[in-house]
């Protein structure tokens, strides 16, 4: 375990996830149970950039300059304890199906680009990442609905930004999270909540990975004891450093998955993390990072340089 020093940039915000550290110092994230995407000044003030019906989940910026969304479709009911704020149970009355949308910066326009593969309707679309190539890659979370004592299996995608292609790569996976990109590309990797278990593909070409097998199942680590992944972004030296609940804080997992640090945040609800080039250095040292059951964004120096995402 490994403390950071924490500076809260803002509070207040109704369950934040998708952090996106933009080039004016600016992080632009989604409110879960805004439901909306707001920008967060350098100074703590906030501007709603779009109100999003259902559920705003994970966010990036595309080749075209516009955010896309992952929806889950409000798959999760807010359930406000006064200190903190959590996910609750699936509600058939306020889910209106998953998505991923394209929404402009500057109008906060939204456009639905895909709500299925293959026939298969997406369920809640939780994380995703944009390829050098301008292609997404993104999962399926899922829906566990409680009353009806089912939960589905999903899978990792791969679209195209302009609405016209979407494919499932990875199928089952269970609860997919957060997803990312090794630096140069070459590895995608994801999170699967409720197994606490991180796995990795080799890209062999836009949308396209190797197979695992019973000998090589692509596992990187898994966690013990009672933690719980959330989204994840990869620094610049190829750790994987994902958003841990419950054990509340970053787990950074080295490239060849033999070193995990963790640093803790004290939310039991840490959701994610970005990275930022505040002091201009291009080594992208500010961490951004999301404690969505306090409604607080944090930044900190982090250990190691992070990483310039595609297209910011």
Avoid at 6 to 16: A, Q, Y
Avoid at 167 to 182: K, Q
Wanted: net charge negative; charged share 20%.
């Amino acid at each position: 375990m490994s403390e950071l020093e924490l500076v809260e940039v803002t509070s207040g915000l109704r369950f934040p996830e998708g952090p996106i550290a933009m080039p004016d110092g600016s992080v632009i994230l989604v409110e879960m149970f805004g439901p909306r995407i707001t920008r967060v000044l350098p100074d703590g003030t906030k501007q709603t950039v779009a109100e999003i019906e259902g559920g705003p989940n994970g966010l990036a910026v595309g080749p075209d300059g516009a955010l896309y969304l992952c929806n889950n479709g409000g798959c999760f009911t807010p359930v406000d304890l006064g200190e903190w704020l959590l996910p609750g149970p699936f509600d058939p009355a306020r889910y209106i199906g998953g998505r991923i949308q394209r929404v402009d910066i500057e109008t906060g326009a939204v456009t639905d680009l895909y709500t299925e593969c293959d026939g298969h309707p997406l369920r809640a679309p939780n994380d995703i990442v944009f390829d050098a190539d301008g292609g997404m890659w993104f999962t399926d979370h899922g829906v566990r609905n409680e009353g009806a004592r089912t939960t589905d299996l999903c899978g990792i995608y791969y679209a195209l930004a302009d609405g016209s292609k979407i494919t499932e790569v990875v199928y089952p996976t269970e609860a997919p999270n957060g997803i990312g990109l090794s630096p140069d590309g070459t590895r995608i990797y994801w999170a699967e909540t409720y197994t606490g278990r991180v796995y990795q593909r080799v890209i062999t070409a836009p949308g396209v990975v190797t197979a695992a097998t019973p000998l090589d199942p692509s596992l990187l680590a898994g966690l013990p004891d009672m933690q719980l992944l959330d989204s994840l972004g990869v620094d610049g030296e190829g750790n994987v450093c994902v958003a841990t609940l419950s054990n509340g804080g970053i787990t950074v997992i080295s490239p060849d998955g033999s070193s995990i640090v963790h640093h803790p945040t004290g939310d039991p609800l840490t959701t994610n993390i970005c990275f930022g080039d505040d002091d201009g250095s291009g080594e992208y040292r500010t961490a951004y990072i999301t404690c969505s059951g306090s409604g607080k964004l944090f930044k900190t120096r982090w250990p190691s340089r992070g990483l310039r995402l595609n297209f910011l």
